[in-house]
């Protein structure tokens, strides 16, 4: 068998556990894996000392891009991707402008991931009271799945769903075969928290974090699930915060009803002390919990309840950033490059998360569940998509080593464990010794036929 390239001496993570062989790859594909494949003029890379880890699928990202490229964009967002050991991503339907709700704005984000994305890329629909007659033609035109908001997204061009539009939605979903992805929180008790907290004056990261609290996710994850349930739709809870929410969501998958379960890096790697102290760059919605709370969310997480870890890298330039009103931030995370780092430093190293279960988590789970059988595992006949990470070593992130547009990722100054020396997708290097290839382009992913279950 003849190679393109051989990946020699590294120690692939797989779903069978740790395995030291090389991989052999022609075409984009692994085509062969072995304790020692033979060399000779075949072009190589010395993995010796690293690990091989399947190249991290981001189901979660807001690159925004076209309408508000500024805030981020394809190609310096799958820059950070790829220096964090990503090789695919899904992008959501909103913030660009106008938000992907039909089949031309569903083409114009594709043409722009085309021409600006260094990685493969699935995109999102968005469902909303505005679009549900226009499902049809984006499942036609390849989304990943539907995005649904039970809360006011901070956008008024993507408005929240009501219980009649999240039913109906799920029903169509459905029908088509796709799952659809919802942020859970009550538009009601947020909305309702807020007008007291701001009617009294409040402006601080403690009164905003006080306006959402993990009741207001638990009743909208209660009421999306229940909605899945009577209607058979492939339901996916995006960023749960709390472990309280995956609890919940996690025992109603044991009655039957066809649900995954998102959580992010902030939530496991922040407490709501770290927005006081750290500021805009640490609100989202929901917001950072308590240590408890956390220590529950790694709880659940350590017992596989919990089926993917995306980054909602969320990004937006600094004068949206910048207020003493705390209420006025833009609420969103930049985090698209540290999703591995997070899960191998307080997940693998802290913890004791086994690197298959990383490897789950970041690759091969947001794969199955959203239908593609070429990506997130090294296997044969499996696109060549992996990491080549160094466990020894140790690194502080500094915002010089940031890639994305506005570098106002949270975790700079952290400690971790576990550094991302190269990146290829399909084959070619896009990232590897600090250096990228901006000659590479991503292709659009489109799902297959069937929904799995979790």
């Given at each position: 068998?003849?190679?393109e390239l051989?990946?020699?001496?590294?120690?692939?993570?797989?779903?069978?556990?740790?395995?030291h062989?090389?991989?052999?790859?022609a075409?984009?594909?692994?085509?062969?894996?072995?304790?020692?494949?033979?060399?000779?003029?075949?072009?190589?890379?010395?993995?010796?000392g690293?690990?091989?880890?399947?190249?991290?699928l981001?189901?979660?990202?807001?690159?925004?891009?076209?309408?508000?490229?500024?805030?981020?964009?394809?190609?310096t967002?799958?820059?950070?991707?790829?220096a964090?050991?990503a090789?695919?991503?899904?992008d959501?339907?909103?913030n660009?402008?106008?938000?992907?709700?039909?089949?031309?704005?569903?083409?114009?984000?594709r043409?722009?991931?085309?021409q600006?994305s260094?990685?493969d890329?699935?995109?999102?629909?968005?469902?909303t009271?505005?679009n549900?007659?226009?499902l049809d033609?984006?499942?036609?035109?390849?989304?990943?799945?539907?995005?649904?908001?039970m809360?006011?997204?901070?956008?008024?061009?993507?408005?929240a769903?009501d219980?009649?539009s999240l039913?109906?939605?799920?029903?169509?979903?459905?029908?088509l075969?796709l799952?659809?992805?919802?942020?859970?929180?009550?538009?009601?008790l947020?909305?309702?928290?807020?007008?007291q907290?701001?009617?009294?004056?409040?402006?601080?990261?403690?009164?905003?974090?006080?306006?959402?609290?993990?009741?207001?996710?638990?009743?909208a994850?209660?009421?999306?699930?229940?909605?899945?349930?009577?209607t058979?739709?492939?339901?996916?809870?995006?960023h749960?915060?709390?472990?309280?929410?995956?609890?919940?969501?996690?025992?109603?998958?044991q009655?039957?009803?066809?649900?995954?379960?998102?959580?992010?890096?902030h939530?496991l790697?922040?407490?709501?002390?770290?927005v006081?102290?750290?500021g805009?760059?640490?609100?989202?919605?929901?917001?950072?919990?308590?240590k408890?709370?956390?220590?529950?969310?790694?709880?659940?997480?350590?017992?596989g309840?919990?089926d993917?870890?995306?980054?909602?890298?969320?990004?937006?330039?600094?004068?949206?950033?910048t207020s003493?009103?705390?209420?006025?931030?833009?609420?969103?995370?930049?985090g698209?490059?540290?999703?591995?780092?997070?899960?191998l430093?307080?997940?693998?190293?802290?913890?004791?998360?086994p690197l298959?279960?990383?490897?789950?988590?970041?690759?091969?789970?947001p794969a199955?569940?959203?239908?593609?059988?070429?990506?997130?595992?090294?296997q044969v006949?499996?696109d060549?998509d992996?990491?080549l990470?160094?466990l020894?070593?140790?690194?502080?992130?500094e915002?010089?080593?940031?890639?994305?547009?506005?570098?106002?990722?949270?975790?700079?100054?952290?400690?971790?464990?576990?550094?991302?020396?190269?990146?290829y997708?399909r084959?070619?290097?896009?990232?590897?010794?600090?250096?990228?290839?901006?000659?590479v382009?991503?292709?659009?992913?489109?799902?297959?036929?069937a929904v799995p279950?979790?």
């Amino acid at each position: 068998m003849e190679f393109e390239l051989v990946v020699r001496g590294g120690t692939l993570v797989t779903p069978a556990g740790s395995l030291h062989a090389d991989l052999g790859i022609a075409g984009g594909q692994i085509v062969q894996i072995a304790e020692e494949l033979p060399g000779g003029s075949v072009q190589t890379l010395d993995a010796s000392g690293l690990h091989v880890f399947p190249g991290v699928l981001d189901d979660h990202v807001h690159f925004n891009e076209p309408g508000r490229t500024h805030w981020e964009g394809f190609e310096t967002g799958t820059r950070a991707l790829a220096a964090g050991g990503a090789t695919s991503f899904f992008d959501m339907p909103l913030n660009s402008s106008p938000p992907v709700l039909d089949l031309a704005t569903f083409e114009a984000k594709r043409l722009a991931a085309e021409q600006h994305s260094l990685l493969d890329f699935g995109l999102w629909g968005g469902l909303t009271p505005l679009n549900l007659d226009r499902l049809d033609e984006l499942a036609a035109a390849g989304v990943i799945g539907f995005k649904a908001f039970m809360s006011h997204s901070g956008l008024d061009e993507f408005p929240a769903v009501d219980d009649a539009s999240l039913y109906e939605g799920l029903k169509t979903a459905k029908r088509l075969g796709l799952p659809l992805a919802t942020h859970a929180e009550s538009d009601g008790l947020t909305r309702h928290f807020t007008a007291q907290a701001r009617g009294a004056g409040g402006q601080s990261a403690r009164h905003y974090l006080q306006t959402r609290p993990v009741l207001a996710e638990l009743e909208a994850v209660q009421r999306a699930l229940l909605l899945a349930q009577d209607t058979g739709a492939a339901l996916h809870l995006v960023h749960l915060s709390s472990g309280a929410a995956v609890a919940l969501a996690f025992e109603a998958r044991q009655r039957g009803v066809d649900v995954s379960i998102e959580t992010c890096p902030h939530y496991l790697h922040f407490t709501d002390d770290d927005v006081e102290r750290v500021g805009a760059a640490l609100k989202c919605a929901p917001p950072l919990r308590s240590k408890d709370a956390q220590d529950q969310l790694w709880t659940e997480l350590l017992a596989g309840h919990i089926d993917i870890v995306g980054s909602d890298h969320s990004p937006a330039p600094p004068d949206r950033k910048t207020s003493e009103n705390f209420f006025a931030l833009w609420g969103g995370i930049s985090g698209a490059q540290s999703t591995l780092s997070v899960l191998l430093t307080d997940g693998h190293f802290r913890r004791g998360l086994p690197l298959e279960a990383v490897a789950a988590l970041s690759a091969l789970n947001p794969a199955r569940r959203f239908r593609l059988p070429q990506k997130g595992s090294l296997q044969v006949g499996l696109d060549a998509d992996f990491a080549l990470v160094d466990l020894g070593r140790e690194f502080v992130l500094e915002r010089e080593d940031l890639q994305d547009r506005w570098k106002q990722n949270p975790y700079v100054g952290g400690a971790f464990r576990g550094q991302v020396r190269a990146t290829y997708s399909r084959g070619r290097a896009v990232y590897q010794n600090g250096q990228f290839d901006d000659s590479v382009r991503g292709q659009l992913l489109r799902p297959a036929h069937a929904v799995p279950s979790p």
